[in-house]
């Protein structure tokens, strides 16, 4: 699969070239219908994906309200991420907002070329950690608005 020119701040833009391109050899194309389920929550993750063209909203379910879009997410974007954490299951559904294209790399074959490669592992993980720890971050934010602490 030819590389592409991705958005600035791209999930992609984490690793070294070589990882870089490691990681779009192991990827295959998604499309998702705007309004279509991508994954959801508690569903076994299989895929990571990384987010060609389009918009995500990423939701949470809550009780005598349904569900509850907590982010949203475009182009270079990263999304379920927890494909690479056990026990691989959706934190939050991820649904298109408008048609999407993907990269989805199978969580599975990453995990495997991550034991063979340390360098892709040790790449791979630091940035999932940066990822993580942002949206983690953005949660706290949001509850601080929410409750008004602070």
């Known amino acids: 699969m030819a590389e592409q020119t991705w ?23 998604f499309r998702f219908k705007a309004g279509s389920d991508i994954i959801g ?15 995500v909203a990423v939701e949470i379910y809550v009780p005598h309200q349904g569900r509850l879009m907590i982010r949203t997410g475009g182009v270079g974007d990263m999304i379920c991420w927890s494909a690479l954490v056990q026990p691989r299951l959706a934190t939050a559904a991820v649904r298109a907002m408008e048609e999407t294209e993907a990269l989805g790399i199978s969580g599975a074959v990453l995990m495997e070329e991550c034991h063979k490669d340390h360098d892709l592992g040790f790449e791979l993980y630091r940035a999932l950690t940066e990822v993580i720890a942002g949206r983690l971050n953005a949660t706290r934010l949001q509850l601080i608005n929410i409750y008004g602490i602070g």
């Open 41 to 55: 929550v508690a569903e076994p993750s299989r895929y990571l994906y990384i987010i060609k063209s389009g918009r």
């Open 7 to 29: 958005s600035e701040g791209s999930f992609l833009d984490k690793f070294s070239k070589g990882v870089r391109e490691k990681l779009i050899s192991l990827a295959e194309p």
